[in-house]
């Protein structure tokens, strides 16, 4: 295609957050995060350059869990594998649709990258993720999306067809075994909702440590005018959806915790609920046990669960579990596991039903994913990294463009507001929930329409530069 680019320079900057309080979530809490912003200039054919620019946080307790490795430890990797991935696309010599480059990148790159770091890191702390290097990648696959988008001064989301792909999904994709479908002649625009919405229900998230009522009060809490008690968010936010983090390796406390935020939910007239397990459970017994037990003594509560999010091990090929026992009670949604398309056609014959998508495991592996799942017959949600200043806006645009079963997850405003104060300006209705929605109408131009030179926000020093 005459459109086809290819990457020409990346500079890498790293944007440290703190969380006003706790997140916690299985086994992990954060308290501070790193995300990485990546500027991506492409060409195209005819020498035309554009600037793309992609972001994520770095969640090393999300996408790199340990018991025995701390925060900066992961991190540092995660950082030396950004210049590394910056090196690697200056180098990537390809020229095509993003969702070529995308693909191809993390398919014959990115492997032999993470070997070369694990190589170099091993001694130190371990072989880092493939879900972490996922993350690390995320930022840069978004970038050329957008400089796609930038180049050709329209919606990115507009070019996901047979006028600018030079290749079918076919190409990309296979359905699963025995399956009477066929993607030849298929694009992502064919599994895209058409309009995409114009404003998101939002989901809170009830981490481990988010306190619940008066009593769980110390006078340790921050005072900076934001709610600290659900009830305040529910009320202040307009909230509808409540997003339930839970334990795993005790069952009493996550029932216990179900329970307490599912009677404030009915008080203060939330409609739905999920749970989340975070890859904690290793036999559905364990899911099915409270399942059970909460439909037998909170009918009210039960019927408020709207799907149960990744009980089990993410590691999907390592950890083959039958869970089709969970999904025959509640929707099971895969999250961490997801990594590919391929581990979805995995996941559904053990039995899920449903693929929770991120933008921090690509922009382009979350479109492949989407089509595959969509082509099956499982329901999709689009969920947080807890994403703030402009990973937010390709998050919520993935979900408006999904048409996922409820809403968007966002969260970033309840752990790190501050940190978006900038972007908020420009796009008031993104980073705070009004009426228990996100509004994406600011949202216009180029690319994934940012709106880039209207925010005013001062960057750090380049952490790393290339050009070919």
Same mark, same amino acid.
């Given at each position: 295609?005459?459109?086809?680019?290819?990457?020409?320079?990346?500079?890498?900057?790293?944007?440290?957050?703190?969380?006003?309080?706790?997140?916690?979530?299985?086994?992990?809490?954060?308290?501070?995060?790193?995300?990485?912003?990546?500027?991506?200039?492409?060409?195209?054919?005819?020498?035309?350059?554009?600037?793309?620019?992609?972001?994520?946080?770095?969640?090393?307790?999300?996408?790199?869990?340990?018991?025995?490795?701390?925060?900066?430890?992961?991190?540092?990797?995660?950082?030396?594998?950004?210049?590394?991935?910056?090196?690697?696309?200056?180098?990537?010599?390809?020229?095509?649709?993003?969702?070529?480059?995308?693909?191809?990148?993390?398919?014959?790159?990115?492997?032999?990258?993470?070997?070369?770091?694990?190589?170099?890191?091993?001694?130190?702390?371990?072989?880092?993720?493939?879900?972490?290097?996922? &993350?690390?990648?995320? #930022?840069?696959?978004?970038? @050329?999306? !957008?400089?796609?988008? +930038?180049?050709?001064? /329209?919606?990115?989301?507009?070019?996901?067809?047979?006028?600018?792909?030079?290749?079918?999904?076919?190409?990309?994709?296979?359905?699963?075994?025995?399956?009477?479908?066929?993607?030849?002649?298929?694009?992502?625009?064919?599994?895209?909702?058409?309009?995409?919405?114009?404003?998101?229900?939002?989901?809170?998230?009830?981490?481990?440590?988010?306190?619940?009522?008066?009593?769980?009060?110390?006078?340790?809490?921050?005072?900076?005018?934001?709610?600290?008690?659900?009830?305040?968010?529910?009320?202040?936010?307009?909230?509808?959806?409540?997003?339930?983090?839970?334990?795993?390796?005790?069952?009493?406390?996550?029932?216990?915790?179900?329970?307490?935020?599912?009677?404030?939910?009915?008080?203060?007239?939330?409609?739905?609920?999920?749970?989340?397990?975070?890859?904690? &459970?290793?036999?559905? #017994?364990?899911?099915?046990? @409270?399942? !059970?037990?909460?439909? +037998?003594?909170?009918? /009210?509560?039960?019927?408020?669960?709207?799907?149960?999010?990744?009980?089990?091990?993410?590691?999907?090929?390592?950890?083959?579990?039958?869970?089709?026992?969970?999904?025959?009670?509640?929707?099971?949604?895969?999250?961490?596991?997801?990594?590919?398309?391929?581990?979805?056609?995995?996941?559904?014959?053990?039995?899920?039903?449903?693929?929770?998508?991120?933008?921090?495991?690509?922009?382009?592996?979350?479109?492949?994913?989407?089509?595959?799942?969509?082509?099956?017959?499982?329901?999709?949600?689009?969920?947080?990294?807890?994403?703030?200043?402009?990973?937010?806006?390709?998050?919520?645009?993935?979900?408006?463009?999904?048409?996922?079963?409820?809403?968007?997850?966002?969260?970033?405003?309840?752990?790190?507001?501050?940190?978006?104060?900038?972007?908020?300006?420009?796009?008031?209705?993104?980073?705070?929930?009004?009426?228990?929605?996100?509004?994406?109408?600011?949202?216009?131009?180029?690319?994934?329409?940012?709106?880039?030179?209207?925010?005013?926000?001062?960057?750090?020093?380049?952490?790393?530069?290339?050009?070919?």
């Amino acid at each position: 295609m005459k459109t086809d680019i290819s990457p020409v320079s990346v500079d890498v900057y790293f944007i440290p957050v703190e969380t006003r309080v706790p997140l916690k979530f299985g086994t992990q809490v954060v308290t501070h995060v790193t995300c990485v912003r990546v500027c991506v200039t492409v060409a195209n054919k005819q020498g035309k350059r554009a600037q793309g620019w992609g972001e994520t946080p770095l969640s090393a307790e999300w996408a790199w869990p340990s018991s025995s490795l701390g925060h900066n430890e992961r991190n540092e990797v995660m950082e030396d594998f950004c210049r590394m991935l910056a090196q690697a696309w200056v180098d990537f010599d390809r020229q095509g649709h993003p969702m070529e480059l995308g693909h191809d990148f993390i398919e014959s790159i990115m492997p032999g990258l993470l070997d070369q770091l694990n190589n170099k890191w091993t001694e130190q702390v371990g072989p880092m993720p493939h879900l972490a290097a996922l &993350v690390c990648s995320s #930022a840069f696959d978004v970038a @050329i999306h !957008d400089a796609y988008g +930038q180049l050709l001064g /329209r919606d990115v989301y507009t070019t996901y067809n047979a006028e600018f792909m030079n290749t079918d999904l076919s190409d990309f994709i296979e359905p699963a075994e025995n399956a009477d479908i066929s993607f030849a002649g298929k694009y992502p625009e064919d599994f895209l909702a058409a309009p995409p919405a114009k404003a998101l229900p939002a989901w809170h998230l009830v981490g481990g440590k988010d306190l619940l009522d008066t009593s769980e009060l110390t006078g340790q809490e921050p005072d900076d005018g934001y709610p600290v008690l659900l009830p305040d968010w529910i009320k202040r936010d307009g909230l509808t959806c409540l997003k339930v983090k839970l334990r795993g390796n005790d069952s009493s406390w996550d029932y216990e915790r179900l329970i307490k935020v599912g009677k404030i939910a009915i008080e203060n007239n939330v409609v739905w609920l999920t749970s989340d397990f975070n890859c904690t &459970v290793t036999d559905p #017994a364990y899911v099915n046990d @409270i399942l !059970d037990r909460l439909v +037998q003594e909170h009918p /009210r509560i039960y019927q408020q669960l709207l799907y149960v999010e990744q009980p089990f091990p993410y590691n999907l090929e390592e950890n083959q579990i039958d869970v089709h026992s969970v999904s025959a009670r509640k929707p099971l949604f895969m999250d961490e596991s997801a990594h590919d398309w391929k581990i979805v056609r995995l996941g559904r014959k053990l039995g899920w039903t449903g693929v929770a998508l991120k933008t921090c495991k690509t922009q382009t592996g979350a479109l492949l994913s989407l089509c595959w799942a969509k082509a099956h017959g499982m329901t999709l949600m689009v969920q947080d990294l807890t994403n703030p200043m402009l990973a937010q806006i390709p998050h919520v645009l993935l979900a408006a463009h999904a048409g996922t079963i409820m809403g968007v997850e966002t969260n970033a405003m309840q752990f790190y507001p501050a940190a978006s104060a900038p972007e908020e300006v420009v796009h008031p209705g993104l980073y705070r929930r009004r009426n228990g929605q996100v509004d994406l109408s600011t949202i216009n131009g180029p690319g994934f329409g940012y709106r880039l030179d209207e925010i005013k926000r001062d960057l750090p020093e380049k952490a790393a530069s290339f050009e070919k």
